[in-house]
């Protein structure tokens, strides 16, 4: 361990859980998506995932086991709320407190994330974060998981990675729900920060309670030296780390970077811009990747265009990208510059690799992340603590079951989880 930094893991619902339709959960924006198999890369669902909804006690106690202190969970609004609003599935409610109160009494700290991108469908009818009336659904969803969980759990994470969730839900149509266009995205990215902000206020109501967000970073270079390229870069940047903070921060919308941003004034209401306005107890750095963007007129909306790793002739993992553990340290010190006293957490990391390949890249892969905390903490930047990127194997999004980021394996015949080299490679360093 790095000093007196914690270690811990972050897992979703809608990647683990599976149990889709048991105990009175409800169907999520996840379930219907997944319907269409031509929108998953292996036409599979997470209808039983990695069945964490039966096998919770032994997951909990793997990370235990490696020597995880934290472990994050999100909860599935779904399961809650079945219909998003009214009637609470009092199954739901039992079931994240049998996980809350298992990972106290093995002494693990657990962590709520209130929302990984998976809207309840009934919603997304109603026109999910596009329609305004979200706000007030996301706020009676925050007091329901407060009441009943506030008790436990200290650490709260409102919303996953908003830019990834609106960006890929609701402008390029690849993710749940689906949705395309200027209008969704503008729409949807308002709403969700919003909706973050109320659920901010309505948490810390109840003392004690430490509320943050999760926030998607991806080092943006430019192709070339040129004008061109470099107003391109800083373009996309703006859209990738800065829209999804500067609005918490009174900065508002980064107009001047990034002009398809006065596209949201039209969902702006008076006042909304001063209760956006969050001031965080802590901030969520999750990065993973680097892109690299030039110019090009002709992309709608961005006249920016992102150049292919293989055409840069960088390794890339089996999602396509071109990992980049340096991103860590680099957002950690960019962040702790808006505010050096925030407390910052690394509350994502990790690598894909596909079936089959050495597990030792991803040891390295950590080996990078470890010497880039250790910078940032002899730079006296106020980084708590890693939360790695996934405890096993499972679902991960469009790309099915492709994609392997976990430390332990998956048998997807029997479930059966199994300790990778990585995992093997942490344990001895934490007790180290």
């Given amino acids: ?36 198999k031509s929108k998953i890369k292996d036409r599979s669902d997470a209808s ?6 039966h096998r919770y006690k032994e997951d909990i106690d793997l990370a235990v086991h490696i020597g995880l202190k934290i472990f994050r969970f999100s909860i599935s609004w779904s399961r809650i709320l079945p219909k998003g609003t009214g ?14 109160n298992y990972c106290l009494s093995v002494g693990v700290e657990p962590w709520i994330t209130t929302y990984h991108w998976d809207l309840p469908q009934e919603l997304q009818d109603k026109g999910g974060w596009r329609n305004r009336e979200i706000l007030f659904c996301y706020e009676n969803y925050i007091k329901i998981l ?34 395309r266009g200027i209008k969704n995205f503008s729409a949807g990215i308002h709403h969700i920060l919003l909706a973050q902000a109320k659920g901010y206020r309505v948490l810390k109501k109840e003392k004690g309670l430490q509320v943050g967000t999760a ?86 909306y961005l006249g920016a265009m992102l150049v292919s790793p293989k055409k840069r002739k960088v390794p890339v993992s089996i999602m396509g990208w071109e990992t980049y553990p340096e991103g860590a340290y680099y957002f950690l010190e960019r962040f702790s510059k808006y505010n050096p006293e925030k407390p910052l957490w690394l509350s994502e990391c990790g690598m894909a690799l596909g079936e089959g390949e050495d597990d030792q890249k991803r040891i390295e892969y950590y080996k990078r992340v470890i010497e880039g905390a250790k910078n940032v903490l002899e730079k006296r930047i106020n980084l708590k603590g890693i939360l790695v990127w996934t405890l096993v194997d499972n679902f991960e999004w469009a790309e099915g079951y492709i994609p392997k980021f976990g430390i332990i394996s998956l048998d997807e015949k029997n479930l059966d989880r199994t300790m990778k080299k990585t995992a093997i490679w942490l344990k001895k360093k934490l007790s180290s």
């Fill in 1 to 36: 361990m790095i000093g007196d930094l914690k270690w811990g893991v972050t897992i979703s619902a809608v990647q683990t859980e599976g149990a889709y339709k048991k105990d009175g959960k409800g169907i999520s924006i996840w379930d219907t998506f997944a319907k269409n």
């Fill in 48 to 53: 039983i995932a990695t069945d964490f909804y």
């Fill in 87 to 100: 009637a609470i599935n009092q199954k739901g409610i039992d079931f994240y407190n049998n996980v809350i």
């Fill in 146 to 179: 407060r009441d009943n969980y506030a008790d436990r759990v200290t650490h709260w994470i409102l919303i996953n990675e908003a830019i990834v969730c609106i960006g890929a839900g609701y402008f390029l149509g690849i993710h749940a729900p689906g949705k």
């Fill in 215 to 300: 926030i998607s970073c991806t080092k943006i270079d430019p192709y070339t030296k040129s004008l061109k390229d470099q107003k391109a870069a800083k373009k996309i940047d703006a859209l990738m780390n800065r829209l999804c903070i500067e609005p918490h921060l009174g900065m508002g919308y980064p107009e001047k970077d990034l002009p398809l941003t006065k596209r949201i004034e039209k969902f702006i209401e008076d006042g909304d811009m001063e209760e956006m306005k969050t001031n965080f107890d802590f901030w969520g750095i999750q990065t993973y990747a680097r892109e690299v963007v030039k110019s090009a007129w002709y992309v709608p």
